[in-house]
């Protein structure tokens, strides 16, 4: 049978969602917990990589496995043996052709601020301390300049020979929740380090450093030195990944 299940992790302990050799991922410890369970190897197919320190409330993945337990059960087991920071939020039986990546048709990451004059210590780990004084008028008028034809080699580390780089924004926004200015963006599919690319230059444009126009300059052109900084990977988190077009 196919196990579809969602989860939530913080990355602060992991070198991202891909197996590695000679760290912890978030990837290997479901397998691990998995290969327990199955008494067999079990590889776990997640709908996209998180880079290391990132975080998830919505990362959707599958596995096969040839115990036929309820979805629950197997919450309940990989949940028992898996480390604390991991958790499996849903499991449900899945159609034998569904994939978690290839049948993902969309991903909404937030990115976390933290606007307080001091640090927060409990925000520190989940929201980038930049401080106050942000303009969030300027902002805002950033995060709208990368909608619309989106080069994304302007804002990410060098893409792949032959991977396509031209990837639109389905929508982004800007909300304000106490000290917390929280960015999200949504879009079919994201460039390694895209969206800390965005979020790095928007925030420039916020404190003065740049404009708004050169957001959308560097977003049209796909030339990485017209862009700013990339932001800190602890401020990410992938919320959802979509399995319907957006309406």
């Not at 933290?114 to 210590?121: G, L, R």
């Not at 049209?220 to 979509?242: I, K, N």
């Amino acid at each position: 049978m196919r196990v579809k299940i969602t989860l939530a992790y913080v990355g602060t302990n992991y070198a991202g969602w891909q197996r590695q050799s000679n760290a912890p991922t978030v990837q290997g410890a479901v397998e691990a917990a998995a290969a327990v369970i199955a008494d067999q190897p079990v590889t776990v197919y997640g709908a996209g990589r998180t880079d290391a320190g990132v975080h998830a409330r919505g990362q959707v993945a599958h596995f096969d496995t040839s115990r036929d337990w309820p979805a629950e059960e197997w919450q309940r087991a990989l949940n028992a043996l898996m480390p604390a920071d991991v958790r499996v939020v849903d499991a449900a039986p899945a159609d034998p052709l569904f994939h978690a990546r290839h049948g993902a048709r969309g991903k909404t990451y937030s990115y976390q601020l933290d606007t307080e004059a001091v640090a927060s210590p409990f925000l520190a780990p989940y929201a980038w301390h930049v401080g106050s004084g942000l303009d969030e008028a300027a902002l805002s008028a950033a995060t709208e300049a990368l909608l619309g034809r989106l080069d994304q080699r302007a804002f990410a580390t060098q893409p792949e020979p032959g991977e396509r780089t031209e990837r639109p924004l389905q929508s982004a926004t800007i909300e304000r929740d106490g000290s917390v200015v929280r960015i999200t963006i949504r879009g079919r599919s994201f460039l390694r380090f895209a969206v800390r690319g965005m979020v790095g230059t928007i925030v420039e444009v916020a404190r003065g450093r740049r404009t708004v126009a050169s957001v959308r300059a560097a977003a049209e052109s796909g030339d990485r030195t017209l862009a700013g900084a990339t932001a800190p990977p602890h401020g990410l988190c992938l919320c959802r990944v979509h399995y319907q077009e957006p309406e």
